[in-house]
């Protein structure tokens, strides 16, 4: 936390108030924390705390020596009779962290591609790259060791700290996810819709069956829909006059490239909308700004490249077909309302009510992220198969449910025309 709380800090100086960066500092912190653990362990240096910490203590040394005095109000409107409606939201969150303590790792898949890597990692202190048999655990039960690693290593931080992998402590990076978004998504709301509509709309949003069940999980969908998120409002952020918000826009993407791998295919139309924008609003030099923080993830790629590892699943055959029908099927899971509720409903309206094209570059990576999925689900029969199932489909969703929460509510807010602080 502290980390990226800094990094944060240094990074937006006084566009940002003191509880935006709070906000902003666990997933930043995280991101930068898992691809150093990472970068040690490929070293073949130990993943204990002895030769982790002075890594951070360094890091963290430097950047309060070059921390600026920053001089930032508060705008959030906070008014006595909302309380009601923030107790509301605080009730929720904290249920949310009580049910995450009540039960071990439980999702058998949780366990088998997220959990068992980080277990292996704990205790053999190390990515177990000695063995190419057992690479990263290859070969252990059904591990899919291609994928990005920044979900177990958030479990071996916290088995570290506790001593232990205790299967129910190290899921608790998962539910500061959705604090994260939570807290941020209210706090930008509350700036455009006013305080008592934006506690309305994350109410709303907090009332998501599946966004709740994954966040008491160690599933890595909402970690990416955080990551997602962030992005787009960094990105907003950036339309609104905010420029040193394009370093947090890079590097929320970088870091999200090490949590999925499906990742990139919000990341490319992302920057591609980004590098419009800045190539058409900003100086030269926000261009090569917006790369910058992308150096940082390629020690994972050279690592994937070098030992031949797939993007996604080893097991997904490519043997494309033609299923025009999913579009139906799609409609039909979303009106269904089983995981989500009507946000996903809304969107689509609000859009059509809202005939401006405000929104054109936030809108095109959400759009064809969604677009590439339904791709999937329609030409290739391996991904047709896994939709029927319903499963694939809500998780995907789910990456997309905090940006498409907070999109509507700019769509709200310029329908009842109210004015930004």
Not at 354 to 369: D, M, N, R
Not at 387 to 398: H, P, W
Request: hydrophobic content about 55%; charged content about 15%.
């Amino acid at each position: 936390f502290l980390l990226g709380f800094l990094a944060v800090s240094l990074i937006l100086r006084e566009q940002s108030s003191l509880l935006e960066r709070l906000s902003l500092a666990y997933p930043a912190g995280a991101g930068l924390l898992t691809i150093q653990v990472f970068i040690l362990g490929i070293l073949k240096i130990p993943l204990e705390l002895l030769y982790i910490l002075p890594v951070l203590f360094i890091e963290i040394l430097t950047m309060l020596y070059f921390y600026p005095k920053i001089r930032s109000k508060e705008d959030l409107q906070m008014k006595l009779w909302m309380a009601p409606l923030l107790l509301i939201i605080l009730i929720k969150i904290i249920s949310i962290f009580l049910e995450t303590y009540l039960r071990p790792v439980y999702a058998w898949d949780a366990w088998v591609n997220w959990s068992m890597g980080a277990k292996l990692f704990y205790y053999n202190k190390g990515l177990l790259l000695d063995d190419p048999e057992h690479l990263l655990g290859k070969g252990y039960g059904a591990r899919i060791i291609s994928y990005p690693l920044h979900n177990p290593l958030m479990q071996v931080w916290i088995a570290l700290f506790t001593g232990d992998f205790d299967e129910v402590l190290v899921k608790f990076w998962s539910p500061l996810y959705l604090l994260s978004i939570t807290a941020y998504l209210y706090i930008i709301l509350n700036r455009e819709l006013g305080g008592i509509i934006a506690a309305l709309v994350v109410i709303i949003f907090l009332s998501s069956p599946l966004l709740c069940y994954h966040s008491i999980e160690v599933y890595s969908d909402l970690c990416l829909g955080a990551y997602i998120f962030l992005i787009i409002a960094s990105f907003y952020q950036l339309i609104k006059g905010k420029e040193k918000f394009v370093f947090l826009l890079s590097l929320f993407s970088a870091e999200s490239l090490f949590v999925k791998d499906e990742a990139i295919f919000f990341i490319i139309p992302a920057m591609v909308s980004a590098l419009i924008y800045l190539k058409k609003k900003k100086p030269l030099r926000y261009l090569f700004i917006a790369f910058i923080p992308f150096t940082y993830i390629l020690p994972w790629f050279f690592f994937k490249f070098i030992n031949k590892l797939s993007i996604g699943a080893e097991y997904i055959e490519w043997q494309f077909t033609f299923q025009p029908h999913v579009l139906k099927s799609v409609l039909l899971e979303i009106l269904s309302l089983q995981n989500f509720n009507i946000v996903f409903i809304a969107f689509p309206v609000l859009m059509l009510l809202e005939t401006g094209k405000k929104y054109i570059y936030l809108l095109l990576p959400v759009l064809s992220y969604f677009i590439f999925f339904i791709s999937l689900y329609m030409f290739t029969s391996f991904y047709y198969d896994h939709f029927m199932k319903g499963t694939v489909f809500f998780r995907n969703m789910l990456t997309l449910y905090p940006s498409v929460t907070f999109l509507s509510g700019l769509y709200i807010k310029d329908l009842i025309a109210v004015p930004s602080q």
